[in-house]
């Protein structure tokens, strides 16, 4: 059976699609957001939108995602919805922003995660003697030690933060043996997430910052092994 559909009907129809999309901008909110770091990203639904001060809007029967972004400070997420069992959202927003423990406790490095060749004139012995010594003062468990191939492995030493987790290691081999030459390598990496797994491999990525107290390993390395 085909129904008719008559011009008054067809009419409400047309206009109910025509006045849909202005009920939605008709019933929105705004929300004046400002942060305490005038430098800071502000994100939308995903799009930067301004640095420091925004202005949010959040359409009738929607929810928006606000994400803050600066270096050296904690992310903060803030998700404003304008829906009709939901509070209505403020007319003004601050965002004090926090410092992200993480940065603090860290210094940003170029030695991070790369082969340092050192070149020593100390006997093989001593210099393996002095290299252990020098490892065990900074890390206390040796995952693998092999004074006969010059191969030393640290386990993984894991810290979580706020908003990261860092996971830290050292690598030593014998790159020659004329001249005596080791190979160094200081491993440092995040997840992005605190209380991260230090065997979850898959969510860590290399770090171009090494925390504070790891920060003196290479020089010491290098200045005593000369």
């Not at 005038?38 to 930067?48: C, F, P, S, T």
């Not at 190979?183 to 979850?200: A, F, M, N, R, Y």
Request: glycine share 4%; proline share 3%; charged share 30%.
């Amino acid at each position: 059976m085909t129904k008719k559909i008559t011009f008054p009907a067809l009419f409400v129809t047309m206009l109910i699609m025509l006045l849909t999309p202005a009920t939605a901008f008709a019933g929105k909110e705004e929300v004046q957001l400002s942060t305490s770091e005038i430098d800071a990203e502000i994100y939308i639904d995903g799009k930067l939108m301004g640095k420091g001060s925004a202005e949010v809007v959040i359409l009738s029967n929607s929810c928006v995602t606000v994400r803050v972004e600066k270096i050296g400070y904690l992310t903060e997420t803030i998700t404003f919805c304008n829906k009709k069992h939901d509070a209505v959202p403020p007319k003004t927003y601050y965002v004090k922003m926090a410092k992200d423990d993480a940065y603090d406790a860290s210094i940003q490095t170029d030695i991070a995660n790369i082969d340092i060749e050192l070149k020593t004139k100390l006997t093989e012995t001593d210099a393996w003697k002095l290299i252990s010594m020098i490892v065990t003062s900074y890390f206390d468990v040796i995952e693998v030690t092999d004074r006969e191939t010059g191969y030393l492995r640290t386990s993984w030493v894991v810290q979580s933060f706020q908003q990261n987790t860092i996971r830290t290691r050292m690598i030593v081999k014998l790159g020659d043996t004329d001249p005596l030459t080791y190979k160094i390598k200081l491993v440092s990496e995040e997840s992005k997430k605190p209380g991260t797994s230090v065997k979850s491999d898959e969510l860590y990525r290399e770090w171009d910052r090494v925390l504070r107290k790891y920060s003196n390993v290479i020089d010491e390395l290098q200045s005593r092994l000369k």
